[in-house]
């Protein structure tokens, strides 16, 4: 158990339709990152947030956004939703913001992952 | 171009064997690589990071970088049927980003 915590494990909707993941990270980690990953593209990074305020942005669509809350624990919205966002979603999460100089405390811990079929 | 690439396998062995598993890499500027062990149905989970060209030890695992190469490997001795899970590299783009960079994963069964 990583300790990062995501909810919920599975989400089964429609096109069209708009979502809300959750992520919890682990006690005293204050950098949240999101992936997806599918079986074609493998796992790619979506966006970053340190304390509260977004840090990086990697291929992320424009129907899709996130927010880090005061207690860290953040949430990616997904809106419109066609079917090829089917997919399962990650939540990283890291001391300090992994880069420039990497550090044990740089390392990433997964949470379990949501499972997002669209129908 | 992909900027890291994996074989997806399926990779079979019978168990005690000697696992390679490989990744090649683009950019040279790339600095540090990590390995991250993604069992059926989970999260992925860190097995080992290095920085160097060489190799890094941790119990049955062996970590190797070869920078002239630009080619990264994760070695199993002894391998388990525990074993059996999907292995993703990854590594860290130049100073001043953030995010990591995923190989597509390469699937290892180890057979009983």
């Known amino acids: 158990d990583s300790g990062v915590t995501q909810t919920p494990k599975h989400l089964i909707t429609a096109t069209g339709q708009r979502v809300t993941l959750r992520c919890s990270p682990r006690s005293g980690d204050l950098s949240v990152y999101w992936y997806q990953q599918s079986l074609d593209q493998g796992l790619q990074f979506l966006i970053q947030?340190?304390?509260?305020?977004?840090?990086a942005k990697g291929n992320i669509l424009e129907r899709f956004s996130a927010q880090q809350f005061p207690d860290l624990h953040s949430e990616l919205n997904l809106s419109s939703l066609e079917l090829g966002d089917s997919a399962l979603y990650f939540c990283?999460?890291?001391?300090?913001?992994?880069?420039?100089?990497?550090?044990?405390?740089?390392?990433?811990?997964f949470g379990p992952g949501t499972r997002l079929t669209v129908l | 171009q992909k900027e890291v690439e994996q074989d997806p396998g399926p990779l079979s062995v019978p168990e005690g064997a000697i696992v390679s598993l490989n990744c090649t890499y683009s950019n040279s500027a790339f600095q540090y690589f990590m390995w991250y062990r993604q069992y059926s149905r989970k999260g992925p989970e860190l097995l080992m990071y290095t920085y160097s060209s060489g190799n890094k030890e941790d119990g049955r695992f062996t970590a190797q970088v070869d920078k002239s190469s630009k080619y990264i490997s994760l070695f199993i001795r002894d391998s388990q049927p525990s074993d059996s899970a999907t292995y993703l590299c990854?590594?860290?783009?130049?100073?001043?980003?953030?995010?990591?960079?995923f190989g597509t994963g390469t699937r290892l069964k180890v057979l009983a």
């Open positions: 990283a999460s890291s001391v300090w913001p992994s880069g420039l100089d990497f550090r044990s405390t740089d390392t990433q811990y």
């Open positions: 990854a590594t860290t783009p130049p100073s001043g980003t953030y995010k990591y960079i």
């Open positions: 947030y340190y304390n509260g305020e977004e840090r």
